[in-house]
Structures are given as C-alpha cells and as structure tokens.
C-alpha cells in the first residue's frame, strides 16, 4: 500500500477507518475497533505544494479562451476561491461594487455553520470580475454560465490552457493557486484576517497551504536584521509612523530601510509613533555602572 499511496492518503484513509468502525462498535455491530491503535502518519503532503508565481499566473492569464475562463483562474490565485464549487455558485449580486468586497458561499464549510463569507475585492480581481460581468446575458444569475455543466471537467479544460500558454502543470492545479494566494495574503496580514477570507482555519492554512518561497530567502538576506541589539556603540532607533522608515545607527553609521506598508508593519509603527530610543551600553566592562 506504501508503494501505491502517498504517507498524507494512507493517514487519511486509517483515520476514515478508524471514525467509521468506532461508530460500529457504539453501535454494537462488533465488538471492538480494529483500528483503536493504528496510527496514520502526517496528513500533509509538502511533496504537492508548489507557488504558482505572478508571471506564470498572468502567462496562463493569457492563453484562457475566454473571460469566464480568465475569472475563474483570477479567482482561485488572486481571490483564494475554492474551485469548482465556490467559483460556480458565484452570483452577479455577490460583487459590492460600492464597497470593494464580495461574498462567497461555501459548500465546504456549511457544514460548520460558515456557509458564506466576505472577501475583499482585491485589485487584481476587479477588471476579470467586470469583464464577466459586462459578457452576461440580462437573465444571467450566475458569474461562470458556460462551464456550469457536470460533464464539463474544468480540470482537463486547465490542462489544455497550460500546455497551450507553455507552462508545465503543478500538482493539485487549483488548491495550490488558492494557496498561492494564502502565502501572500499570510504575508501582508495577521493570520486570522487571512484565513477568514479564505474560509479555512490558522492550523489548517499553516498545515496544508502556507509556503516557503524564494522571495522569503531573498528578503532575509537582502536586508540587515535589526534584531539581537547593537554590535558596537550605542545604537539608536527613530520609528515614524506615517513614513514606514526605520532608522538605525550604529556609532557614526546610519542605514535607513524602508519598511513594507503591511498592515502588521503599521500597527507596530503606529504603536511607536515618533518614538527615539537610545540603549545605554556602558563603555567600560562587562556589568552597568551604578549610581552611588
């Protein structure tokens, strides 16, 4: 069985088990669960995670047949939308025009008395969600009409879209779109904003969605940490709010960078608006020197 099924099905696969003769043997259908001891191993398979970047999105972008195909795409990379079954059941009134936002229902987490929720109309979503719009009929009730169908397998429809964009096909094509898009989201906002608007949970997002990306090696060696205190002299720190700039002396040196606009980042300045900090190192050896 190992060598057919990954470590991440088998362990699903026991753990349905295990659920299903618990509930036999409460019932008294047998006597005891054969499965009460057999452990699965880790139900996250890091082998299938891929980021699917910008460039490549907007390659494939290009080569969609038509607006409803450029929206459905849009919506799983840049909106985080679960694919067939959020994207389908989008309706043209589910788009706040006025206020930059729409709502999704979710047939995966009705079951958990979540069965809407409201995204943000990001940017990168508007133009494909007006572009579908403008395309629908006057009795139009939903965004996606063409491929509404059961026979219609979008799956091998989006095979089809990659080879013809030349762009070689990532495992689970859809989910790692929607988790291209929670890495990035989980990077400009605080965990529980993120995952709301995704409609999935902090543990789950950080088990089976969130990635390590090139672009995480390269910020951390780009710039100098900050952290762990000064190497020399005294240091001294100037936080501004609204300018998002962190200056860092060190003796007669001063480096400047420049902070990311993100909201975690304007909190913290927000909170340390104005501030300047010296740290008092003692010049001479190893312990402070005490007042008299």
């Known amino acids: 069985?190992?060598?057919?099924?990954?470590?991440?099905?088998?362990?699903?696969?026991?753990?349905r088990a295990r659920q299903v003769f618990k509930s036999a043997a409460r019932k008294v259908l047998i006597e005891t669960n054969p499965f009460v001891d057999v452990k699965g191993g880790s139900e996250s398979n890091d082998s299938r995670k891929h980021f699917v970047s910008r460039d490549i999105t907007e390659k494939v972008l290009e080569a969609c047949p038509d607006a409803e195909w450029r929206l459905i795409v849009a919506l799983a990379r840049y909106g985080g939308v679960r694919t067939p079954s959020e994207t389908l059941g989008l309706r043209l009134n589910d788009v706040d025009w006025v206020n930059d936002r729409f709502t999704v229902t979710s047939p995966k987490t009705k079951k958990q008395g979540k069965p809407w929720r409201v995204v943000p109309l990001f940017p990168e979503l508007r133009q494909y969600f007006e572009d579908a719009a403008e395309l629908a009929t006057p009795d139009a009730e939903f965004f996606i009409n063409r491929y509404r169908d059961k026979a219609v397998n979008l799956r091998t429809q989006f095979n089809r879209i990659l080879k013809r964009a030349g762009v070689t096909p990532w495992p689970r094509l859809f989910q790692?779109?929607?988790?291209s898009r929670e890495t990035e989201l989980a990077n400009e906002y605080p965990l529980h904003v993120v995952t709301a608007w995704l409609g999935n949970t902090p543990s789950v997002a950080a088990k089976?969605?969130?990635?390590?990306?090139?672009?995480?090696?390269?910020?951390?060696?780009?710039?100098?940490?900050?952290?762990?205190g000064a190497t020399g002299g005294a240091m001294k720190c100037e936080v501004g709010a609204q300018q998002g700039v962190l200056s860092v002396s060190h003796g007669d040196s001063q480096q400047v960078t420049k902070l990311r606009p993100t909201s975690r980042v304007t909190n913290t300045s927000a909170a340390f608006a104005n501030v300047s900090c010296e740290d008092k190192v003692t010049p001479t050896g190893l312990e402070p020197v005490l007042p008299a």
């Open 176 to 179: 790692n779109l929607r988790a």
């Open 1 to 15: 069985m190992a060598k057919t099924y990954a470590e991440a099905s088998i362990s699903k696969y026991i753990k």
């Open 208 to 228: 089976h969605y969130l990635q390590i990306t090139d672009a995480h090696f390269a910020q951390a060696s780009a710039q100098e940490s900050i952290l762990g």
